[in-house]
């Protein structure tokens, strides 16, 4: 009985280590920084960005119901590295930005976020934030790991799509391949 209540415990916390999970990108463009935040809790997220010196040079709370895209205007800083830090009481995740940087690479953003239907039982959303063009990869697979649904989708820009698994009775794991990255979501 007691290794069954310990087994039972380490995955009630894998599961809560999961869910805490935040996703991060940082987006650099000329004089302009975009951060973008996804989590699938509802959250109070505290951003601060500090310069080369460890001095604050701005500070906000979001009210973050899932995720937000904010952007942050450097042009009135000085040229240099400056810390983003962003904490939503769980984590605290660090970023790097090299303003003025000599070297302009136009970023390729994705996010890809996957979450149920409110009110709509097994019903999910597929949501791709992206930038330019790309090929995505979307695989369904059951409790198996058998691929039960496989698609390839061209994307110009973001894409959504809603998937309706009521027939479908196991487990089923999405795998979205989008450029050099793999994501996978357990539902």
């Known amino acids: 009985m007691f290794l069954t209540v310990l087994s039972i415990a380490a995955l009630a916390g894998e599961k809560e280590k999961d869910a805490k999970k935040s996703s991060v990108r940082v987006v650099i463009h000329s004089e302009t ?8 809790l509802q959250a109070k997220v505290g951003v601060k960005i500090f310069d080369e010196g460890g001095r604050l040079v701005f500070a906000e709370r979001i009210a973050s119901e899932e995720g937000f895209i904010r952007p942050y205007n450097f042009s009135e800083l000085n040229h240099g590295e400056y810390t983003i830090v962003i904490t939503d009481g769980d984590e605290k995740i660090i970023e790097k930005v090299d303003h003025g940087a000599v070297k302009e690479v136009k970023p390729k953003l994705q996010l890809i976020k996957m979450s149920e239907v409110a009110g709509q039982d097994k019903v999910y959303q597929l949501t791709i934030v992206n930038q330019g ?8 697979k059951n409790d198996q790991d058998e691929v039960i649904f496989t698609k390839s989708e061209v994307l110009d820009g973001n894409y959504a799509r809603l998937f309706n698994l009521k027939q479908i009775h196991t487990a089923v ?13 357990n539902l």
């Open 173 to 185: 794991s999405f795998e979205v391949t989008l450029r050099d990255e793999t994501v996978a979501f």
């Open 33 to 40: 920084c975009k951060l973008i935040y996804a989590k699938k």
């Open 133 to 140: 063009s790309a090929m995505a990869n979307i695989n369904i």
